[in-house]
T-cell receptor, first 112, second 114 residues
Framework: GENVGLHLPTLSVQEGDNSIINCAYS??????FIWYKQESGKGPQFIID?????DKRQGQRVTVLLNKTVKHLSLQIAATQPGDSAVYFC???????????FGGGTRLMVKP | DGGITQSPKYLFRKEGQNVTLSCEQN?????MYWYRQDPGQGLRLIYY???????QKGDIAEGYSVSREKKESFPLTVTSAQKNPTAFYLC?????????????FGPGTRLTVT
């Protein structure tokens, strides 16, 4: 597969446990955030998004938490499965007309 | 199937040669983007186009060129002026109504230049 993510921070979890992946941002004007999942050799796929007027948003087995005070975003995956193994990264958008900015990513490894 | 396609998946070239990466979408999206992805780094924007026959440089445009003659297509040429062209290249598209719109990504092209 691709060597993307070779030097990324890695989170290793046991199958069935919950996973928490973190993302820090620096732009105070950012008001929209997206989490993407990228499996080896594939393009990123949208998981969930959140706007700055919300603190929490839930999807299927995933929850995104936004703490605007400390500029921190997290992705929680419940009952992590082997198929969740991938690189996860956040993207932020602001209200100044700028393009999305992507974070470096975290590799999630699920141990059976 | 609606989506965004990139070809080829793997591409090998000799140093000094220009090479063009293909990106096609049938999502009827106005905006298209090219990113470069290197190990340990986030996606870096090379070029983007918000409408046919118009495109803008991103953060790392030097050594690259693009064209947008058709809405569906946004090919990227990696020229011999690009000092470190070996990388994973991702193409994306969005509706273009807002720069923050969700971007849909293609499967990527891995370019190796020796």
């Amino acid at each position: 597969g691709e060597n993307v993510g070779l030097h990324l921070p890695t989170l290793s979890v046991q199958e069935g446990d919950n996973s928490i992946i973190n993302c820090a941002y620096s732009n105070s004007a950012s008001d929209y955030f997206i989490w993407y999942k990228q499996e080896s050799g594939k393009g990123p796929q949208f998981i969930i998004d959140i706007r700055s007027n919300m603190d929490k948003r839930q999807g299927q087995r995933v929850t995104v938490l936004l703490n605007k005070t400390v500029k921190h975003l997290s992705l929680q995956i419940a009952a992590t499965q082997p198929g969740d193994s991938a690189v996860y990264f956040c993207a932020e958008g602001d209200n100044a007309g700028n393009m999305l900015t992507f974070g470096g990513g975290t590799r999630l490894m699920v141990k059976p | 199937d609606g989506g965004i396609t990139q070809s080829p998946k793997y591409l090998f070239r000799k140093e000094g040669q220009n090479v063009t990466l293909s990106c096609e979408q049938n999502l009827n999206h106005d905006a298209m983007y090219w990113y470069r992805q290197d190990p340990g780094q986030g996606l870096r924007l090379i070029y983007y186009s918000q409408i046919v026959n118009d495109f803008q440089k991103g953060d790392i445009a030097e050594g690259y060129s693009v064209s947008r003659e058709k809405k569906e297509s946004f090919p990227l040429t990696v020229t011999s002026a690009q000092k470190n062209p070996t990388a994973f290249y991702l193409c994306a598209s969005s509706t273009g109504q807002d720069p923050r719109d969700e971007q849909y990504f293609g499967p990527g092209t891995r370019l190796t230049v020796t």
